[in-house]
């Protein structure tokens, strides 16, 4: 049987989603912990995305597979006791066995969260980037963002030095603001290495006037990581959605 | 001089907003510790609310006196640069020399929020309590809400066994629902110690089945602590608002 789950974590404590040998401070660790002992069998569980160390999911989704019948609802009981305060499963429910939680997701949606209030957040500091520069210019911001939009070869936005296609669509990248904070909504088909903060901290030179928004079209065109911007802070980035292909 | 504060927290690791003699872990002593040390001398703040341990504020009020003319901007960047991340001082400005945030006080609004979902609140879980119980009965709640509106005597209501008056005036008891968090918002005159957990905890009690909305008027009637319910947890209640009857 193939189940899926529905995962939210705040990664403040976190070296990120993915397992490592040398820690068991992972998202994926802490949860194939809990799992493999309900199920009294190692299970691995495949994650859509790899997100950093510090970065959130308000909706990660992962899947597993098992030979027991599984009753959804005991299981979901069972891993939000033994799980940390900073992990929940939302859901787990049986899907089709051809569902893979990372080839399957077909566009995933990441919520970046600038605090740029003169006093600093105390109830949501763990997920806000606290901004303490000039008054950010959103509409240079903006200006910037839609020529990242559409289809682009992002390498200059990653910090890996992959051999891999670094092509990838930017569907739409929005904001919305409050006196407090501005939220950025990068949606896209996928996503490189550290790309959503490269592109925020490139995105919040404009904003600072540190660079204009045209400065943005030679870093597509090179290529060149180092004419983009700061990679902005891991706590202000949040996986907010990932739409699926299959289920 | 007289100047107001503006005041938000997060309770979750102090000892409540009263400064205490045996430990530095009050909201107050971390306060006026910073502002004395702007000063240069020692100086004392007046709240308007003693929130107990562990309950927070979205907005709480203070007012301190000195014989100081202050630059009000930058002492409110030097207080949210040397206090705790959890302290946060939104406002600071000059009032009249008769304004006093405690007697001054109108009416103050207490949210409380208790998260039912299923599954456990991550973002949010310090200021939320987690509700396990059967499904809460909220049209119940209102009904024993109702009753509680209006000036009575709330000794019923009260841990204190205090020999001043203990009648108080609820202006409103409000409820808000998502499928998530049910947010319940107290508004009234003046609060006496633990009201306003006592009541909620009543009102769950209401809500889950274990008494009737009737219950409640002899909670009243008797002023007799035992018949009410439990004492709701600190982590779900939070300062909202106060109205000032004079700035």
Known sequence: MNYKMEITYEGTKYRGWQRLKNSDMTIQGKIEAVLSRFLGVETEINGASRTDSGVHALCQLANFKTEMAVDVSELKAYMNQYLPEDICI?????????????????????????WKAEYPSVFERRTVTQYRGVSLDVEAMKSAAHILEGEHDFKGFCTDKTKKSTVRKINAITFSETDEELKIFVEGNGFLYNM???????????????????SVKRIIETGDRNIAGETAPPQGLIL????????
Chains 1, 2 share one sequence.
């Open 196 to 214: 959503v903060r490269i592109i925020v901290g490139t995105l919040m030179e404009v904003g600072s006037g540190q660079r204009t928004a045209e």
């Open 90 to 114: 939302r859901n787990i429910g049986a899907v089709s066995e051809s569902y893979h939680a990372r080839f399957g997701s077909k566009e995933k949606v990441y919520l970046y969260r600038i």
């Open 240 to 247: 907010y959605k990932i739409e699926n292909s299959s289920v």
